[in-house]
């Protein structure tokens, strides 16, 4: 095929394209039924950012949605934003920012392609099958020249798979690696055939914390698909403003988002509520993939104990073992998730700088962080939670 017949064009809103053929390259695997791998990059999610005014003007994420094209067909896209700030990425570049600032240069605007709020591993670039290495190659060329020619400082692809993550690499940009706390499903029938897989002090521990959660005083429910109703999001509205304000100084998605949510993404959901004389007290919000739960947000306006490692990781694996998930990632961070099962993943990412030096000291920085990364990464798998098999444990 010839790259040159590629048109490449940026649309400032997802309403300049159809969902059905926006769908065809980011989640061709629900062509003949099924969820998709995850939702993050359908049509439905980023237009309800987008509509809810959760991205868009006055956010810092200005939407570029970057598309390529051949005889008319859409062949690849990309979720990509103009930003003005490092927030809501999680991935961090702010040491980047400040240096180059201080050395005179101009870091914002920069080009993210990225699941806004979303530190969740998926493709970026979605490419229509059959069209997969000359797909990722117009939109990555395609993002790099658009940056140059602009004069932005970079362009950053943030929790890309990890092909995607090589094949970015052997075109020029360079990969990061990063960490999170993942929990996989070894086949386990159930919580109890898990927990027999850990070692005898981590299996008190979670069974103690599960006992002292379960007694706050009420009931705990998950609710998807039809089971939500709009009174569940007016609770945990409630939640997530309350966390919003304690990590981020205000929440990134609006009210508006969770309506929408009702209406287009509740087959996407699981909500877990923690309910006390009929009254939400806590919540947890998950994304259901097709091999995945994607744990997002938590909230409450009670405080009882062990009712946040209930509610985010406990009920998450209890609903991936009832639903046949292969995994639960539960987020950004935490190496408290450890002990509760969760090991430690790596996470990959793409950048391109234009300016050549700031980007060779880039270079030097990502490659000294790669080894250090893989080194916690198996310290920490290391001293996780799971019994040795060479060593049999009593209760």
């Known amino acids: 095929m010839d790259q040159a017949q590629i048109e490449i064009q940026v649309l400032s809103s997802l309403a300049q394209i159809a969902a059905e053929d926006w769908d065809a390259c980011a989640c061709p695997e629900t062509a003949e039924g099924g969820r998709p791998l995850d939702p993050f990059t359908t049509h439905r999610f980023l237009s309800a950012l987008e509509v809810s005014g959760s991205t868009g003007r006055g956010t810092g994420w200005q939407p570029q ?25 999680y991935i961090f570049d702010h040491n980047w920012a400040h240096a180059y600032e201080r050395a005179g240069g101009r870091y914002y605007p920069k080009l993210q392609i990225a699941v806004p709020f979303t530190p969740a591993t998926g493709r970026r670039f979605l490419v229509r099958p059959g069209y997969a290495e000359i797909g990722m190659s117009a939109l990555v060329q395609g993002a790099v020249q658009l940056a140059a020619d602009n004069q932005i400082s970079s362009l950053h692809v943030t929790f890309c798979t990890a092909d995607e993550a090589e094949a970015g690499r052997q075109m020029g940009l360079m990969a990061r690696s990063t960490q999170q706390f993942h929990w996989l499903n070894r086949g386990y029938a159930d919580f109890a055939a898990f927990l027999a897989d850990l070692s005898s002090r981590k299996r008190k521990n979670i069974r103690k914390e599960r006992a002292q959660a379960q007694g706050f005083g009420g009931t705990i429910r998950t609710y998807t698909g039809s089971g939500l109703q709009p009174a569940h999001w007016d609770a945990f509205w409630r939640f997530y403003q309350d966390t919003g304000a304690r990590k981020w100084g205000s929440p990134y998605l609006t009210r508006q988002f969770f309506d929408i949510a009702q209406d287009r993404l509740r087959d996407d959901i699981a909500l877990v509520l923690a309910e006390r004389d009929g009254r939400p007290v806590a919540g947890a919000l998950n994304f259901i993939g097709r091999e995945t739960l994607f744990g997002r947000y938590w909230g409450c306006v009670e405080h009882h104990p062990c009712l946040h490692f209930e509610l985010c990781y406990y009920q998450a694996i209890d609903f991936a073992l009832a639903e046949g998930l292969r995994r639960v ?57 799971f019994r040795r098999a060479q060593v049999e444990e009593q209760e």
């Open 329 to 385: 990632e539960a987020g950004a961070q935490g190496e408290h998730k450890l002990a509760r099962g969760y090991l430690p993943s790596q996470t990959h990412s793409l950048h391109w700088v234009a300016d050549p030096g700031f980007a060779r000291a880039i270079e030097r920085y990502l490659e000294a962080e790669r080894a250090a990364v893989a080194e916690e990464i198996e310290v920490l798998t290391d001293y996780g939670p």
């Open 65 to 89: 949605y970057l598309t390529a094209r051949m005889d008319g067909m859409l062949i690849g896209c990309a979720p990509m934003f103009a930003k003005s700030h490092s927030q809501g990425e």
